[in-house]
DNA sequence: AATGAATGAGGGTTCATTCAT
DNA sequence: TATGAATGAACCCTCATTCAT
């Protein structure tokens, strides 16, 4: 009755991940050599396509460029509801936020650091998005304030401390490396906690001094 | 009796005024557009100049790339020795050397970023220039190692602290702006500080709330 | 049953089609303009299409270069092969091999006085080719020595005559005109009999005054 | 009374002689390279002065090449005169002519090659120059139609026979090295010698087989 | 007389994009 | 859907030429 519909993908869903395949790609491409030097000859090739095959799932390379920078601001407004959901100090919705956002960023995605590349984006692209890093950035200063105010924060300048967390987290892209000996789930958990300890009101009094061994 | 050559510039010097000039518009142009997509024709239109004028102080684009890269690891360097001059603790000497680049990064060239775009030098320079670069970040990882071991720097995990403080000092460059309401002073220490607060051993109770009003 | 495809060309064979109609003009283009001289929008404007178009079928304007002296000497090693298959003497060798190498130059390709652009090969083809070519002269010279030991060329210094034939074949691109009186069956001939008589043992007491009225 | 007059090289004089040693270094140049390859920088750095300190001897490049043609087609016809003036047979004419402006090319002036060049030429030099060119061909066949008209030079197509002597004549700034083993002399008597058996009526049984070693 | 600075034109090459197949 | 072909714009770089000094 289903006929093979059950087992085989349909067409849509093969377009889909094709499409999700490109991105991700285009995104990886981005982030290693900037936008304009990353070539859609080099992305189609990675694919084992001809850059004609791309125009399928794209209509410009721009077009791949504000969907890697959605994507990453849709990524960090998920880690911010999952963080107001889970409740807690301004402090730790601040770190909750960052972990989550920095793990989906190294591991899913390698948006990141297109976040970067912003003066790439076409006017239009740039007007739109803009607007949303800002919010973005301005829900991060928020719950800084909000952390000032209950206690769990040490009173700081939340503009500069937001721009110094955004600066440390996308300069992971630069350095962090698949197949080296940091995970994901350990340079995430690591680096939140160092970037926690920038802003917590309680520093701890140590932190893992290897990431390889810590827990 | 000294003729004009107190006041009159040599043409010697003339050259060295403007190939300077070159260096820093095109640290500033690699800057906020990315070295590839930042043209010669841009920087040679802001500087009043034809293209082809700018090839009689630049062998070549790439040329100016490394001398952006080359002159912020000097300045670099120049921090470290400075810092190390000054003595005191490995947190004293990281903060001064932190500090003193952030301070001539911002004010006098606009090259920090620069060192974002190590993908883009000539496999030749490629090779020279990151052996620099690593020397440098080996340095502050020493400097993060003193500190622990003379109990001025919580324990923590160096290369992760380096990545982390780099990052944030480079992201400098995307949001600074020269005209904005903070000085490049108030910048340099203000970061330092906050950077400072994450690996301190003793981190302060508070921090300026708002750079502006800061001392 | 054969379908199109005994009459239609394949892609493929267009391809090589266009790629050798790319490489003639080339080869007329700087036969007569200098490789330096002959840019590559008028090669593609002569052939109807864009310059970029070219890149499709040459990675680099020194890769036509390279092509076209690489096919002379093809054509001249085949020419040797003809003539030592063909046996007879040292001379009959030698005046076969020039017959047969001029006859294809002139009326194939025009690619003979790219020979002449040795100074245009990059460095590495330079080694490349200047090695094959002189194997090329070598192997005439000697032809010219066998002659002078069956008795059927004249004694005289081979490095010279070798010279003094290609000097004169190599300018045939310089004054032949493909919709002129001669036809290049006579050229080939007429220059091989003319340049036969100079190393000859036994020079002909006579030559067609008129090129147009030899059989 | 004349003062330094004597001794000392006036003003025109040094220029004169710095004009000369210009258009030779440029001749040279041309001939090596190629007119469009060879750049006014290089014949500059030669000289050991400024590109720009050229202009004050020659208006333009091109005048440089329009020099260089017409100072060789001079030779030619001063080889002309020569020969006529010391008489003989058609062929001794020719003989003499070709020996003369072979000797005087190699040895004086590197200018031959440049005759290649032709299409380098300004449209209205090409239009003057081509047509003292033509003058010098034609008188060079008029001397084999009077060496056939005498018996002195074998029955052939006089235009055929000249296209290849010239080729031969100009191809030899391809080979002939100024520092190498052959001397000017030497080649130019040789290399007469080897192109009058081509059309003498009573070709010579040997020649030298060394040029090294001939007289 | 000679230079350094500057220019404008032109060349080779790359690349995002379009289109017929 | 995917491809090869083709394009036009843009880029870096070179070079002959001019000019103030």
Same mark, same amino acid.
């Given at each position: ?19 999700? %395949? =490109? &991105? /991700? #790609? ?7 050599? *900037? +936008? ?26 721009? %077009? =791949? &460029? /504000? #969907? ?7 990524? *960090? +407004? ?138």
């Amino acid at each position: 009755m289903t006929a093979w519909s059950a087992v085989v993908p349909s067409r849509d869903e093969l377009h889909e991940a094709k499409r999700v %395949a =490109l &991105l /991700r #790609e285009a995104a990886s491409a981005f982030t290693r050599k *900037g +936008f304009h030097a990353a070539s859609l000859d080099d992305i189609a090739q990675k694919l084992g396509v001809t850059k004609a095959a791309l125009y399928h799932y794209f209509p410009s390379k721009h %077009a =791949l &460029l /504000r #969907e890697c920078f959605a994507r990453a601001l849709e990524v *960090g +407004f998920q880690g911010l509801a999952r963080a107001r959901a889970q409740g807690g100090s301004g402090r730790e919705k601040l770190n909750n936020t960052l972990r989550f956002y920095l793990h989906e960023m190294i591991d899913e995605l390698s948006c990141c650091v297109v976040l970067t590349e912003e003066n790439a984006l076409l006017p239009d692209d740039y007007v739109d998005l803009l607007k949303v890093r800002d919010r973005f950035e301005r829900a991060l200063r928020d719950l800084i304030r909000e952390g000032i105010a209950d206690g769990s924060i040490v009173p700081c300048d939340p503009k500069l401390a937001v721009f110094t967390i955004l600066g440390a987290i996308h300069w992971v892209s630069k350095w962090f490396n698949q197949s080296g000996a940091w995970s994901a789930d350990a340079v995430s958990t690591a680096l939140t906690d160092l970037l926690d300890r920038m802003v917590s009101a309680t520093p701890v009094a140590a932190l893992p001094t290897d990431i390889r061994t810590a827990t």
